[in-house]
């Protein structure tokens, strides 16, 4: 799964920016969960960060409505 720090970028890293906001991502993981979007949400619970990318996950339940 992915997740979210605060952190320094190194020569390592992709940085890009949205509506002021920098992002870095390690170059290797960038090729593996390309596209990655990144959206703030409100829910009933609360708001945050929500992550979506086209990182696979062994193990996990896709979309063929079988679980």
Aim: negative net charge.
């Amino acid at each position: 799964s992915l997740g979210m720090a605060l952190d320094e970028s190194t020569p390592n890293d992709e940085v890009f920016e949205d509506q002021g906001v920098t992002y870095l991502i390690e170059k290797g993981l960038f090729e593996k969960v390309k596209p990655i979007a990144v959206e703030f949400i409100t829910t009933p619970r609360g708001g945050g960060f929500k992550l979506t990318s086209g990182l696979t996950q062994e193990g996990a339940c896709g979309s063929c409505s079988s679980c």
